[in-house]
């Protein structure tokens, strides 16, 4: 279906992880720094931005809406804000990739428009559900047309009158909560979001950075529609969800010693520390200090023995797209480990419970998918084939797996790792893994 499935990954075992390195930029606060920068008013001027095929879908998707939007330069970018009601009808549909983010935060910042928009993606995209925003969409009056089973494409029609809505969410999701912030932007009064656990903040943040009222008060968001966003310096910290592969490379490779620079550790996002720290993991936070609005530091981590442990369901939404990693981890653990609570994985870019399972077990590991989770007894694993289903975080899970297993493992369907990192190979091969990445049948 995608243009380069034929990209592979081929991991050696053995080897540490070593020295010091920066990951890519945080996508979450990537997409939100164009998303934010195009509906202000002034100049944004981005850097550390993520040069990854998702942000870049937003990116174009503005850029295709009549924005001016300069770079990216080696994570610089300057956006040219248009105001609330700048934004011009786009030529085509607006095709986002394999970015869930893009879509469900657009379809909020879409339908309070003056002209209709056409929402795409890849295979992946197109069967992700899309039913848990166009529903409080509709009921603040949006319309859209999905398809009969709730997904893209995604058909908004503008012209529509937004009212704002007090609406308790079903799912602890980011993206819902910020779909429906950004289309409260456009409506008539109040909108309030209330979530039944805390997840990434960068929205609540980004728009007090801009000086937008937003009230945060125990699990409740609120704003009033028809303010101003004013433009601001936006620096994008390193992406936890990058440097977890690394975190948990490090801990399973004997030997390893490594730090990693310069890491967004927003307490909506450290969940992979709480739990790798519970497993046993040797990871020191140093450097704290807070850039543009977000907590950032440096993470040095070096090898330890891992154990099992029954993973906190509430730390489930604060670590949500690191448990492709942490199954790897688990997998090196001494002992069980067992996920609860997050059917939430099956619905991500791939069913992450299945493939997971899937490609433990062809390793010869203990793994049994739940319908909401996993039960992974440690051991070794052995070398084989690998498919990521076109995910980019099981291609990198799997990927810091062969550190630890007896033969080299093999990694199929690998190119979608540029969706969120790119470089990544350079910077594994770099910290000591040896990997290669080859294109072929
Ligand atoms: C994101 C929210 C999460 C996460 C995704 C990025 C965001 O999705 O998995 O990678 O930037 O808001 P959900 O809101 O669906 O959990």
New binding site residues.
């Given amino acids: 279906m995608h243009a380069n499935n034929s990209l592979r990954f081929r991991v050696q075992p053995g080897g540490s992880l070593l020295g010091r390195i920066r990951v890519a930029g945080d ?2 606060i990537s ?1 939100r720094s164009i998303m934010l920068g195009a509906i202000a008013e002034g100049v944004t001027r981005i850097s550390g931005f993520l040069e990854g095929e998702d942000s870049l879908a937003t990116l174009n998707a503005f850029r295709a809406m009549g924005v001016d939007i300069e770079g990216p330069d080696n994570g610089r970018v300057v956006v040219h804000g248009v105001g609330l009601h700048g934004l011009k009808a786009p030529a085509a549909a607006l095709d986002l990739g394999n970015s ?2 893009s879509m ?2 657009l379809s909020g910042l879409l339908c309070g428009q003056d002209f209709d928009v056409e929402l795409v993606g890849d295979a992946s995209l197109m069967s992700r559900p899309m039913r848990r925003v166009t529903e409080p969409l509709a009921a603040m009056g949006a319309q859209i047309v999905t398809t009969e089973k709730g997904t893209a494409p995604l058909r908004i029609r503008g012209g529509q009158t937004l009212k704002g809505i007090d609406y308790v969410m079903p799912v ?5 909560k ?1 779909c429906l912030l950004l289309a409260g932007l456009y409506a008539e009064g109040r909108t309030c979001v209330t979530e039944p656990a805390p ?2 903040d ?1 929205t609540e943040r980004m728009l007090s950075g801009m000086g937008y009222t937003v009230e945060v008060d125990q699990g409740r968001i609120c704003l009033e529609g028809g303010g101003v966003l004013q433009a601001c310096d936006i620096d994008v910290p390193g992406d936890i ?1 990058s440097a977890a592969f690394f975190l948990v490379g490090a801990s399973i490779a004997p030997g390893s010693d490594l730090v990693i620079e310069h890491v967004g550790v927003n307490p909506t996002r450290t969940g992979v520390l709480d739990i790798l720290r519970l497993m046993g993991a040797n990871i020191e936070i140093f450097n704290r200090r807070e850039v543009g609005g977000e907590p950032v530091a440096d993470l040095r981590v070096r090898s330890a023995r891992l154990r099992g442990i029954d993973i906190p369901v509430e730390l489930v ?1 604060l670590a ?2 690191e448990f492709p990693v942490l199954f790897v981890a688990a997998a090196c653990a001494e002992g069980r480990t067992v996920l609860t609570g997050a059917e ?1 994985l099956r619905v ?1 870019e791939s069913d992450r419970i299945q493939v997971m399972a899937d490609g433990l077990q062809a390793l010869g590991i203990q793994a049994r998918a739940t319908p909401d989770g996993m039960i992974i007894d440690g051991g070794v694993a052995d070398g084989g084939v690998v498919d990521s289903r076109g995910d980019h975080r099981i291609a990198m899970s799997f990927a810091m797996a062969a550190v630890r297993a007896r033969s080299a493992i093999e990694i199929q369907d690998c190119a979608n790792v540029n969706t969120s990192f790119p470089g990544f190979v350079e910077l594994a091969a770099g910290a000591g893994l040896t990997i290669v990445a080859e294109v072929g049948e």
């Fill in positions: 996508k979450s997409h869930g983010t469900r935060l602890a999701s980011a993206q819902v910020s997840t990434r960068h969800s939404p949500i797209d939430e991500k």
